[in-house]
């Protein structure tokens, strides 16, 4: 008797996954970002490849006998074509077709070495195939506006299992967990940390074992955190804060390529599905209108004219002064990261 209505929901929730529209507008801002992303990934080989140096001439194993290996000019042209498919998604020209050319270019280059394989490389892979999936999105493209988003789903679900396995296998591992692993990697580079300020004092800190037994397991929460509370509408705020700095501090203590960019690029998919929430009500030329019809790259606000300014929340609350600018700062991307802790 108790189990038909759970049955119900059930069967409503996976209805919606496939047959609830979806404003997907907001695709546009991420398919142009990682356009970006594509063309820095790319021109990390295409360097080397304009000295007269490609994979070939080091050792390497493909991953698959039957992957083609294109002659020395093919392989510069497979990088020139990945390159330029990039920079058309950035510039949003034939979007979802250039799309499916930079997932073919950058996964042919991968599945060319195993050697040169690295985690970062993998994710952007997999976020160019459910880029693929979807429409192309941006302001003037209705067919993202009433679509389904089971392609979205899936692709969220991707981003978050890159935070949630790299958390519970570090919490597995005696050593991570224990922060052997951060404090011998910043004991490594040792010399690195001499220029710091306060006389020796930050880097005695950052070189003492027993602060990295307290970092490190600070590190497994956070990325469990992110994969968790991305999911759930009252953390996913701090989640997206939170992931944002979690990159940004990776970016300064590590290299790992284009992860960082991918992974803060990534979080614009956690942009709500029922398309502008928002409504901001302003005085004819008002700047701080303009400045927002410029910087919603993730189509968030609607707009009309009024007498003062005032910003219509989710909630339906009409909010006005600082109080309304913050939120205003607090939902565009290019200045959440400052304005969400206000």
């Not at 392989?75 to 050319?101: D, E, N, P, Q």
């Not at 160019?128 to 999936?133: Q, S, V």
């Amino acid at each position: 008797m108790t189990s038909a209505p759970l049955i119900t929901r059930l069967r409503s929730a996976f209805d919606d996954l496939f047959d609830r529209p979806a404003d997907l507008r907001f695709l546009g801002a991420v398919r142009r970002a990682f356009g970006v992303i594509v063309v820095v990934h790319l021109l990390d080989f295409a360097g080397p490849a304009l000295d007269g140096r490609i994979y070939r001439d080091r050792f390497h194993v493909p991953w698959w006998d039957w992957v083609p290996h294109p002659p020395r000019a093919g392989y510069h042209l497979l990088l020139a074509i990945g390159i330029a498919a990039g920079a058309a998604m950035a510039l949003a020209i034939r979007s979802r077709t250039v799309t499916v050319v930079a997932l073919v270019c950058v996964t042919w280059n991968l599945a060319l070495d195993q050697t040169a394989f690295h985690h970062n490389r993998a994710f952007l892979v997999l976020v160019l195939a459910g880029l693929a999936l979807l429409p192309a999105g941006g302001r003037s493209d209705l067919t993202a506006r009433h679509t389904t988003a089971w392609p979205l789903w899936l692709l969220r679900f991707v981003a978050t299992s890159v935070y949630f396995t790299s958390g519970v296998t570090k919490a597995f591992d005696a050593d991570w967990r224990g922060g052997v692993v951060t404090h011998d990697r910043v004991v490594r580079h040792a010399d690195e940390l001499a220029g710091l300020p306060f006389d020796g004092v930050l880097t005695d800190l950052l070189t003492s074992a027993d602060v990295h037994t307290v970092v490190a397991p600070c590190i497994l929460a956070t990325e469990l955190f992110i994969a968790l509370g991305l999911w759930f509408g009252p953390t996913r705020l701090a989640a997206v804060w939170t992931a944002v700095t979690f990159h940004l501090a990776i970016e300064v203590g590590a290299s790992v390529q284009v992860f960082s960019l991918a992974g803060i690029a990534a979080l614009g998919i956690w942009t709500s599905l029922d398309g502008p929430t928002r409504c901001l009500t302003a005085p004819p030329g008002s700047g701080w209108a303009a400045a927002v019809r410029r910087l919603d790259w993730l189509v968030r606000f609607e707009h009309r004219t009024g007498t003062e300014l005032v910003l219509t929340t989710p909630d339906g609350r009409d909010r006005r002064g600082l109080d309304a600018r913050l939120r205003i700062l607090t939902a565009l991307p290019l200045t959440f990261w400052f304005a969400a802790p206000v």
